[in-house]
């Protein structure tokens, strides 16, 4: 890896950092690690209004780090992105990812 690319790379693991880095959109990575959700289960464990919670996840969509499925009428929400994965795995430990997906 030559020194530009090393730089790139550095420069979108920020942006990834940045991005996860909102407590919100922590907790709907954290919660996405486990099982695949909608927008009414991620809306409901966040108490936050739909239209909060599809900014977020329009924002983690944009950036990869989440994909959206449509199921009928419905869209399904996964999270993709293996960096991200490997980086909250090893932040958090499994008791603390089962608190969130309570």
């Known amino acids: 890896m030559n020194k530009d690319e090393y730089k790139e790379n550095l420069k979108n693991l920020a942006e990834i ?21 909608n927008v009414t289960q991620i809306q409901d464990c966040l108490e ?15 950036k990869g780090i989440i994909e959206g499925n449509r199921n009928g009428v419905e869209v399904i929400y996964s999270l993709v ?3 991200v994965k490997k ?3 090893s932040i958090l430990n ?8 309570k």
């Open 17 to 37: 950092f940045k991005t996860i880095g909102h407590p919100t959109r922590l907790c709907i990575v954290c919660k996405l690690l486990s099982k695949n959700l």
């Open 48 to 62: 936050m209004p739909q239209s909060t919670v599809s900014q977020h996840l329009a924002i983690l969509k944009s």
């Open 81 to 83: 992105n293996e960096d």
């Open 87 to 89: 980086i909250i795995s």
């Open 94 to 101: 499994p008791d603390d990812l089962l608190k969130f997906n």
